[in-house]
């Protein structure tokens, strides 16, 4: 019998019942399920009590020496996707994504532990993983019109995959986000659109532009035209997409004008231009939905001195005192 198995399915479903994201749950599901795998195939070990701290830390060794997809909870997944042929299978994995598994794994045994199922999480005794944080670039002008300038928006996916371009810069709002939005979470007299389904299971409503206003009632008219789908922005047969459909017509579009345009890059980017014009932390907090401002203060972090510089312009004292 697979203790851990059985635990990990209470698990879910107790993170079900606190209505967490299909994007958080699908993160918490796979690093357990890859975990699992580790300790039964390595070690034997099929009851989390028997979960030492040793083998906490050196399942990220072994993350590390595999690489990317190399450590699959399910070998199937790797044929069926054909991840060997994927030019980034097997390559580093970064500190930050073993960071991630480190969190997850720790908030699993931290539920078992607070359910007294297991004695003491063999987790707290494992150094913590902290990954260098890279600064996050603010996309030039020149390089975010030559991204949308590739999309062909008289066809259907390319003038949807545009507008949710669009939104992301124009709200910080997520992909995921987006695509469960429907007709009904529109007010364009108001531009503004409802967010029901969110990273944190708080909806927000955020507000773009007069001119994303009329790009996204054009494209809903379009829309009309095609199908009469219940999302914003369905599939060509009018099904829900999927987030990662839209991220890789991303990066195809941003490798066609040689710039890199990623989704997470545009949300970034909204952040940083609405401060770089004058808006404020807390509002911004809210407009992205962290959980603290203390996540968005992180913001700061990305810019760099030419940036700091321009900000400072803009608020120096001086300037706005007639002294």
């Not at 994927?86 to 997850?104: F, L």
């Not at 040689?258 to 014009?277: C, I, S």
Request: aromatic residues 12%.
């Amino acid at each position: 019998m697979d203790i851990f198995m059985i635990e990990l399915d209470r698990y879910m479903m107790e993170c079900t019942s606190r209505g967490l994201s299909q994007t958080t749950m699908r993160s918490y599901d796979q690093t357990l399920r890859l975990f699992q795998r580790y300790l039964r195939e390595i070690y034997d070990v099929r009851d989390p009590a028997k979960v030492k701290k040793e083998h906490v830390s050196e399942y990220f060794t072994y993350v590390r020496s595999r690489g990317k997809y190399g450590a699959l909870s399910n070998d199937d997944t790797a044929k069926i996707n054909k991840l060997y042929k994927r030019n980034d299978y097997g390559i580093k994995v970064s500190e930050t994504t073993i960071a991630n598994y480190q969190r997850n794994i720790n908030a699993f045994f931290n539920y078992l532990y607070t359910n007294k199922v297991i004695k003491k999480n063999p987790c707290v005794d494992v150094k913590k993983i902290k990954p260098v944080r890279k600064m996050k670039r603010l996309i030039p002008e020149n390089e975010l019109k030559l991204f949308f300038s590739s999309f062909d928006v008289s066809k259907f996916h390319e003038f949807r995959n545009w507008m949710i371009a669009r939104l992301i810069l124009d709200t910080g709002a997520r992909i995921g986000e987006l695509l469960e939005t429907t007709p009904t979470d529109v007010d364009i007299r108001s531009n503004a659109l409802l967010l029901r389904k969110t990273k944190n299971g708080k909806e927000r409503i955020v507000y773009f532009s007069p001119k994303t206003g009329r790009n996204f009632s054009s494209w809903l008219e379009y829309r009309d035209r095609y199908t009469g789908s219940q999302y914003n922005f369905p599939s060509t047969r009018g099904a829900k997409m999927d987030i990662r459909n839209i991220e890789t017509a991303f990066r195809k579009h941003s490798k066609i004008v040689g710039v890199e345009v990623q989704a997470h890059q545009l949300r970034d980017n909204f952040a940083k231009y609405y401060l770089l014009n004058g808006g404020d932390l807390a509002t911004l907090s809210r407009i992205l939905g962290h959980a603290s401002p203390l996540v968005t203060q992180q913001i700061y972090l990305d810019f760099d001195t030419q940036e700091v510089g321009l900000k400072y312009q803009q608020h120096s004292p001086i300037n706005k005192l007639n002294i």
